[in-house]
């Protein structure tokens, strides 16, 4: 159904729309856990070409069966390269850590820190440091992004990486066999410093995932490991259905893609169809983010055999077919694909939404499966954020009637400690590390790169099955603090402002036609409206004029075309 309205129709005011539409604009119609969050506005009907990572995107994997799997792999691994036999004695804690964090191999610690770097958690194994000694240890509290000092853990497969992280070095710290110090730790001769226990984790870490036996194991007990929804293949052939096309881009090799999206997408039955059906177009081997800028060569894989075939291939891309690697130059031009017609569905904050949004323009969705448990705190710890906001109320009270001329140093030492007590409780009720998202009020430098990467975000993709292919995504307003914290309601006196604010003249509205510029301070007779000397010569522009059709885009997704009641014959 196709609905439409005229412009003149259209009412202005949320009253009127509530009425005309008999809707509650206070009250979404989805619930939390089907909602798709906006950052950029984006118009649906406008993507040509939904593509897909397979890992923790179409294929999400079980938490914390999978975490704890790849955990006890890597724990084997670094025993093996001659890490003490305690290490086994570790068993994966899911409640300890989050993603997002840095991991400083110069003094070893799990850094929480927000957009600008400020250190808002520091963790020294199982130690959480306080702020005298993280003081100490950086100036300020503050460490740049430094990616020869530092270490980004932003995907899910970080997790078992992370804690084990903080398991190695609590125990080199309390193990008696070992000497502590700034950069490490010491046994006799032998000089352990926080870095090489990095390099040995994140080497232990990739020889599991690339040589070791985490896929074999995830394949012989894909039931165990990795989430099945029916609703896939559904909102797979709607997409399709409506037109648009479908791709996997994953790095991921054949033999392990084929044989998880074979699970996932076969319903058991002897007519069952080929998982590739659902696809217009599969990569695998992409190697991203590297297939975003110089890529690889392009080569079709022998479906019977898992092997590739000698040569690039040039053309087209044909479905039922198997691709690797490539570029996303060579891939773009093959689909005629533009651009901003792709939607890119991933849950690699790194590989997948900021290199295809940053280096080819790509719009992004971002799956967050930790989103489920984030709103779970945010609405059913809804009393702690009511305390927070009385005691944010309490403070400002006490400040209300005071000002410069002030002597008496009001004692504000019990509402500090209540909100920090409040807090910690309302950091506590998402994990060890505290939200993916925030610390207290602050954010978080994840949630930094999930606002700027990512357009749209949820927990799961399969939420678009709750959206038409119609619909249009709009973003919230971003406020600032004079927006946010100063209600509508609240009157500004215009004739003070006149007389302490000169810059009122820049509000044309204020200064034509609702006050001439003599009433004005500070305005010239250039801002009057002009007639020129001569008619018959050609009309200067002395004053630039206030527009009266839309020039101000918001969103990406605006257009002169598609603005309505926009004067196309201009």
């Known amino acids: 159904m196709v609905v439409t309205m005229e412009t003149e129709k259209i009412k202005t005011s949320s009253t009127d729309y509530s009425e005309c539409n008999g809707l509650d604009l206070q009250i979404s119609k989805r619930g939390p856990k089907k909602r798709v969050f906006v950052n950029r506005s984006l118009h649906l009907e406008k993507i040509k070409f939904f593509g897909f990572d397979m890992d923790y995107t179409l294929a999400e994997y079980k938490s914390p069966e999978y975490e704890t799997l790849g955990f006890d792999l890597i724990k084997e691994k670094l025993v093996n390269m001659g890490y003490p036999e305690d290490i086994r004695k570790f068993q994966y804690d899911p409640t300890f850590p989050v993603r997002g964090l840095w991991f400083d191999n110069v003094y070893g610690n799990l850094l929480k820190v927000d957009a600008f770097g400020n250190i808002l958690v520091c963790a020294h194994g199982f130690d959480f440091l306080k702020p005298q000694k993280i003081a100490e240890l950086y100036p300020n509290k503050f460490l740049q992004l430094d990616e020869s000092r530092c270490y980004v853990l932003n995907t899910l497969f970080n997790l078992p990486e992370t804690y084990l992280l903080a398991c190695v070095i609590d125990y080199l710290n309390n193990s008696p066999e070992y000497t502590r110090s700034k950069n490490g730790v010491k046994s006799g001769n032998l000089v352990m410093s926080y870095k090489s226990v990095f390099q040995d984790i994140r080497a232990s870490v990739d020889w599991v995932h690339i040589k070791g036996d985490l896929k074999t194991k995830t394949i012989e007990n894909l039931e165990k490991y990795v989430v099945k929804d029916e609703r896939l293949p559904i909102l797979l052939d709607r997409m399709r259905g409506h037109g648009a096309k479908t791709f996997i881009l994953t790095n991921s090799e054949y033999h392990y893609t084929n044989a998880v999206m074979k699970y996932l997408l076969d319903d058991g039955t002897c007519s069952s169809r080929d998982w590739t059906s659902y696809f217009d177009y599969v990569v695998v081997d992409a190697r991203k983010p590297l297939f975003f800028s110089e890529g690889t060569i392009l080569r079709q894989v022998n479906r019977e055999t898992g092997s590739l075939r000698i040569g690039t291939h040039t053309g087209p891309l044909q479905q039922g077919h198997v691709y690797s690697g490539g570029s996303c130059d060579t891939f773009s031009e093959l689909i005629g694909a533009k651009g901003k017609d792709v939607l890119y569905i991933g849950d690699h904050i790194f590989g997948d939404i900021l290199k295809s949004k940053k280096i080819r323009g790509w719009r992004t969705f971002l799956q967050v499966p930790e989103l489920t448990q984030e709103l779970y705190v945010w609405t059913e710890k809804q009393e702690l954020f009511n305390q927070l906001q009385n005691l944010d109320a309490t403070l400002s ?96 006196d215009i004739n003070e402002v006149k007389e302490s604010n000169h810059m009122l003249i820049r509000c044309r509205a204020y200064s034509d036609g609702k006050a001439t510029t003599e009433d004005v301070p500070g305005a010239s007779s250039s801002n009057k409206k002009q007639v020129p000397v001569n008619p018959s010569e050609i009309q200067q522009h002395l004053r630039a004029e206030t527009p009266q059709k839309v020039t101000q885009y918001h969103d990406e997704d605006d257009s002169e075309e598609d603005s309505i009641g926009s004067d196309k014959s201009q």
């Open 397 to 492: 009270n006490i400040f209300k009637d005071l000002d410069s001329s002030t002597i008496e140093k009001p004692d504000i030492s019990k509402v500090q400690v209540a909100i920090r007590q409040v807090t910690h409780e309302m950091d506590m009720s998402y994990g060890m590390l505290g939200s993916l998202f925030r610390s207290g009020s602050r954010q978080t430098f994840f949630a930094s790169q999930v606002i700027r990467y990512a357009d749209l975000y949820s927990s799961t993709f399969i939420n678009l099955l709750h959206y038409p292919f119609s619909y249009m995504f709009r973003a919230p307003a971003l406020l600032m603090p004079h927006e946010a914290t100063v209600q509508h309601e609240e009157t500004i």
